[in-house]
């Protein structure tokens, strides 16, 4: 995996296999990779902005989670949400990734405390 730029923040994945997804199907794609991520840290995995403009190809989970503890071969799974099939190579650029650390927080039961804002959802700041 490699930053297409300097001011890349996600590397890029490569498909180690060539696959057809067929219209309004899923495929899974692999990668050949397997990472030991630090402990308290994840690795987040994104579509690639061309594949939804040009193919309407994106995750099929919208963002891929690799946790630190999980030591198994990342494989990206694509959804081809168009009417054609959509193919990929050996090499193609399937996805990309950034690692980040995660704060470990401590969930507990109780009163939440009171805002400006309160319990207003969706739409509720304007």
């Keep these: 995996p490699i930053y297409a730029t300097m001011g890349s923040a996600c590397f890029d994945l ?4 060539a696959i057809d997804i067929p219209a309004r199907h899923k495929g ?3 990668t050949g990779l397997a990472f030991e991520l630090p402990e308290g840290h994840v690795m987040l995995v994104f579509s690639r902005s061309g594949h939804a403009a040009k193919h309407s190809i994106r995750l099929s989970n919208c963002v891929g989670v690799i946790d630190s503890d999980y030591r198994g071969e990342v ?4 959804h081809n949400d168009s009417d054609t099939p959509f193919s990929v190579r050996y090499q193609d650029r399937i996805a990309q990734a950034m690692i980040l650390p995660v704060p470990e927080v401590r969930l507990e039961l ?10 207003g959802g969706f739409g509720s700041t304007g």
Aim: contains cysteine; negative net charge.
């Design 14 to 17: 490569h498909s180690c296999t």
């Design 28 to 30: 899974l794609i692999r």
């Design 75 to 78: 494989c990206v799974l694509l």
């Design 110 to 119: 109780g009163e939440l405390s009171d805002t400006d804002r309160g319990a």
